[in-house]
């Protein structure tokens, strides 16, 4: 089957670093996509893992362990635009699966 | 980066009509457009498939006769929805790749009010 798990909602303070973790089960897998959702709008891409490791944009990270079906995002130096729902997506032998997203807030 | 427009952003219709709703990819041949509906605090629940000039595929439990898609050509798919209820009430996305399996370009959404 086909399972994408992550956290409800988690909180931070703002200047803070979070990470949101992300595992999946998917039938045949190409990469792992975070995207970055605020209320009311649609998804906006932030990164796409395929190999193992950690890719860094800015105050973004990504990272995937392939074999362990896991990823996180990192966010650094949160703002509180950062405040937002965060999904996670993979990408396999069906189109992509969505995580049900992670809803943070930052704090000041 | 590549463009994705929907239009309209918002329709109020009242029960019974129809709607249609344009998902436009402005600055490249999408090959792949992906219809999703997402209902507040939820997260996106994929609709349909459609790939340009073949019938879309649909996922389980979403009514093929009810949504109707069109793919007609590399810049746009259309979704129709028949007979709209209150329950069809929903934020509708759309999302256009090159392939299948690689990153997807969002359309901005359309708010769909049935009354």
């Known amino acids: 089957g086909q399972n994408i798990d992550q956290p409800t909602e988690m909180t931070a303070t703002e200047g803070a670093i979070v990470q949101i973790n992300c595992t999946y089960q998917?039938?045949?897998?190409?990469?792992l996509f975070w995207y970055q959702q605020h209320a009311g709008e649609a998804p906006t891409f932030l990164s796409y893992n395929v190999l193992d490791g950690l890719e860094e944009k800015g105050r973004f990270s990504s990272f995937l362990s392939r074999s362990k079906g896991y990823s996180y995002l990192l966010l650094k130096e949160l703002q509180m635009k950062d405040s937002a729902s965060y999904l996670c997506a993979a990408s396999g032998n069906t189109p992509l699966v969505f995580g049900k997203g992670t809803r943070l807030s930052v704090i000041a | 980066g590549a463009v994705v427009s929907q239009h309209p952003s918002r329709v109020i219709c009242k029960s019974g009509t129809s709607v249609k709703i344009e998902c436009r990819s402005l600055d490249f041949q999408a090959t792949t457009m992906f219809w999703y509906r997402q209902f507040p605090k939820k997260s996106l629940m994929l609709m349909a498939t459609s790939n340009e000039g073949s019938k879309a595929t649909y996922e389980q439990g979403v009514e093929k006769d009810k949504f109707l898609i069109n793919h007609a050509s590399l810049t746009l798919s259309t979704l129709t929805v028949t007979s709209a209820h209150p329950e069809d009430s929903s934020f509708y996305i759309c999302?256009?790749?090159?392939?299948?399996?690689?990153?997807?370009?969002f359309g901005p959404g359309t708010r769909l009010t049935v009354t």
């Open positions: 999302s256009a790749s090159h392939q299948r399996d690689l990153e997807q370009y």
């Open positions: 998917t039938s045949g897998f190409n990469g």
